[in-house]
């Protein structure tokens, strides 16, 4: 059987969403403390930035304030880069706080994987 289908020569059949742009920013926050602002999709590809952003701001600012608030999807990846910072934190002594202005997604996933009680939450509004 033969079909009179034209190949096609792009993919704007196919309904594919916008990827998020990522972008991390470092801004003095107040004295000796750095706010780490994070926006986009934190995943398998840019866990990586958000850890070596949280790792050069741990080594230079006595305090660090993690900002979720503009992320719009963090998976598991992402996670294990915010634990793996607190983590260091307690070995060295240093303190990553992190902003309670979050998502409901991040709030979801903070829930279900058992860490939302562990997580060092402030207000900073």
Known sequence: MR???????SLEH??????????????PDRDRR???VVEGELDLLTSPSLAGALDRGL?????????LSGV??????GLQA??????ACRSNGCALLISSELPAQALRLFEITGV?????????R
Do not use: H
């Open 3 to 9: 079909t009179n289908l034209a190949p096609m020569s």
């Open 14 to 27: 196919l309904d594919v969403p916008q990827l998020a742009s990522f972008m991390i920013r470092s801004v």
């Open 34 to 36: 750095t706010r780490v």
């Open 59 to 67: 080594s230079t600012a006595e305090e660090l304030l993690l900002d």
């Open 72 to 77: 719009q999807f963090i998976d598991s990846a």
């Open 82 to 87: 915010i634990l793996g910072a607190l983590q």
């Open 116 to 124: 939302l009680g562990q997580l060092p939450l402030v207000d900073v």
